[in-house]
């Protein structure tokens, strides 16, 4: 730090030692209330002379014994004051008003006096203002303290990195005199312009305590020798800045960003870290409950910071941003704004960014509604984008930030949430189905994460209906499954009929594409349960049974339905083995097609049975029927 020294005499300024053993007395016999009033009445600093004193100046509640003579030479304010006073009250002057009070009043007067006084950048700022109240310019004394002040601040003060940065905390206390003065806005262009320098040229000390490069830890590789050259990181000034009130941080960033010569993303970052040092558990979404409306200002002011340049700050920081900005009900001007940049960044997100609270009225536990219009904001900036413009994006970038695998992150990121909202017992069915269809048009190649969701919210909401359970399950394509989430689904007992049948085809389809034959066709029936599948043939039986499809399976339909995938997947390791296509694979394809048919027959019977019109004769098993034994079920769930 930065410190000058003027004067040469002693210091001779001293307290009362009578008043201050009468305070110690008092404070001993218990009297801290008499002790505190003494104090504050009877306090007063005197200068230790063989010359009596012959003027008393009062600031604040200090009483200071001094001599006319060398206060008046310098001060033109103090003159004026003695020159107006009364003959009565000639010795004795009041200053209420002085900036800095006692403590700034005091360096003025031993300067006067030639005592020793040594400016720092703690005091200097207290001690210009007053200079300037007490009116001490060059016209009453060459080399008075406001030219050696000045001298002072621009030859030290403002070219040291650390000093203009406490300089400008101590202004706030100071205001309006340390603005009048030019104080706060030349502290804010020295520290602006320091932050704008080349980082070649940066020769001063700061605090970096974040991760650093090797070379900052001493640990840099040497060649020939040599150690090379210290790199300066670009963000180097910003947990300095980290200590500023937030009224004095947006006059710095504003003033950097007005040079010019720092980047957004270097913004950006000085942002989020003062955020994290300056909002408590900002890191962690959660806001302190006192002093709000002190936390909404400073949320507010980082919002209104943000560079203008898409991607200078991260996705998940604005989304915590969104999160503080809720608890803390910031104006719907910076709730919009950010709602308005997080959906075009929306693909670099997490699953853990989006899980916002929902208001504590809320039943449910997470806001599905502001998540809800991020997606369709993102999906309509895409779908706006300009053609020429989307083009030139994929041929310039990344594929990761083209607009097709941009809205591809978006459904998977998507998947992924709703995986994790669906263990919310409240959560309606109509929001998780509304959530899922507004990326239902992104075509991606797997709906394993799709697939997820819909069995952890099945499993969460065991009481929904049937009609709720099948639009559910629409959501999915059963032919973009995994084999290892077709396997598992075949066996969830969760799932309609209807959903277990088509996933078994698929896999069969699949198993026999994959050994080169042609899928069998199957029965009218059966086709019409899948997607695209004709309604033309069987369709009295089909439409008769169709509460039955879409019925929860019983641990018998899982054992036989899992018997033949077992055979189909066995049929289909025989032939990638290059065993000719024999037997087996025609016994699984009949198999099948009897399995459904017999489903079919036995949910129509059952259907009958229920209405009175079966006859007696039409009850009988067949010997496979008879012969079947009901087996334990496992449960079974995609994690």
């Not at 004709?534 to 369709?539: A, E, L, N, Q």
Request: aromatic residues 8%; proline residues 4%; contains cysteine.
């Amino acid at each position: 730090m930065k410190f000058m020294k003027l004067g040469s005499k002693p210091d001779s300024f001293q307290t009362d030692g009578d008043h201050i053993s009468f305070v110690l007395i008092l404070l001993i016999f218990g009297l801290r209330f008499y002790a505190d009033i003494s104090l504050q009445i009877l306090m007063f600093r005197y200068v230790a002379t063989e010359l009596a004193t012959d003027i008393v100046v009062n600031v604040g509640d200090v009483k200071f014994y001094c001599h006319k003579f060398p206060l008046l030479s310098k001060s033109a304010r103090l003159q004026k004051l003695v020159a107006t006073s009364n003959d009565e009250n000639g010795d004795e002057l009041h200053i209420q008003d002085i900036p800095g009070g006692p403590g700034a009043f005091e360096i003025c007067a031993k300067f006067c006096y030639g005592m020793t006084v040594t400016l720092n950048a703690y005091n200097v700022v207290a001690a210009r203002c007053a200079a300037e109240y007490l009116e001490m310019y060059e016209t009453v004394e060459k080399g008075n303290l406001i030219y050696k002040i000045d001298v002072f601040l621009n030859s030290s003060i403002f070219r040291s990195w650390k000093d203009s940065i406490t300089v400008l905390q101590s202004t706030k206390s100071l205001l309006p005199w340390s603005e009048e003065l030019k104080v706060v806005s030349r502290s804010l262009d020295s520290i602006a312009s320091k932050a704008s320098i080349d980082t070649s040229m940066v020769e001063w000390s700061y605090t970096y305590n974040r991760k650093k490069l090797p070379s900052e830890n001493g640990n840099s590789p040497q060649w020939n020798g040599v150690r090379k050259q210290q790199t300066v990181p670009k963000d180097w000034w910003v947990e300095d800045l980290c200590e500023l009130r937030i009224d004095l941080y947006k006059r710095v960033i504003t003033t950097i960003k007005t040079k010019g010569r720092v980047s957004g993303d270097v913004i950006g970052e000085a942002l989020n870290a003062y955020t994290m040092r300056r909002l408590p558990g900002f890191s962690k979404g959660m806001i302190p409950n006192n002093d709000i409306v002190k936390y909404r200002s400073l949320v507010e002011t980082i919002v209104w910071l943000l560079p203008a340049e898409k991607g200078t700050v991260s996705c998940s920081f604005l989304l915590r941003l969104l999160r503080a900005a809720i608890l803390l009900d910031c104006g719907e001007t910076e709730r919009n704004e950010l709602m308005r940049r997080i959906s075009q960044q929306l693909p670099e997100a997490t699953v853990t960014d989006l899980l916002i609270r929902a208001p504590s009225e809320e039943a449910t536990i997470y806001d599905v509604d502001i998540v809800h219009n991020l997606v369709a904001s993102f999906m309509t900036h895409i779908s706006q984008t300009d053609p020429v413009k989307k083009e030139f994006l994929e041929s310039t970038r990344s594929p990761k930030f083209g607009p097709d695998a941009s809205k591809m992150l978006v459904a998977k990121l998507i998947d992924g949430y709703l995986a994790e909202i669906a263990r919310d017992p409240n959560l309606p069915v109509s929001n998780f189905v509304n959530l899922a269809e507004i990326v239902s048009s992104v075509s991606r190649p797997c709906h394993d994460g799709l697939y997820r969701g819909i069995d952890m919210y099945l499993k969460e909401h065991p009481g929904i209906s049937k009609s709720e359970r099948k639009r559910i399950c629409r959501l999915m394509d059963c032919k973009k499954l995994s084999a290892e989430a077709c396997m598992h689904a075949v066996q969830n007992e969760r799932l309609p009929l209807r959903v277990v049948v088509q996933v078994l085809f698929f896999e069969q389809a699949r198993a026999t594409t994959s050994s080169g034959s042609s899928t069998p066709d199957l029965p009218g029936s059966i086709r019409a349960l899948l997607p695209g599948g004709s309604h033309g043939s069987s369709r009295s039986t089909t439409t008769n049974t169709e509460e039955d499809w879409d019925s929860v399976p019983t641990a018998e339909d899982i054992k036989a339905l899992k018997g033949e995938l077992t055979t189909l997947r066995l049929s289909g390791e025989t032939n990638r083995n290059g065993t000719a296509k024999t037997d087996i694979e025609r016994v699984a394809v009949s198999r099948m097609k009897g399995l459904a048919m017999s489903k079919i027959f036995s949910k129509l019977k059952s259907s009958k049975e229920r209405n009175g019109e079966i006859s007696s004769s039409d009850t009988s098993e067949s010997p496979e029927e008879t012969k079947s034994t009901p087996s334990v079920s496992r449960k079974h769930s995609l994690s």
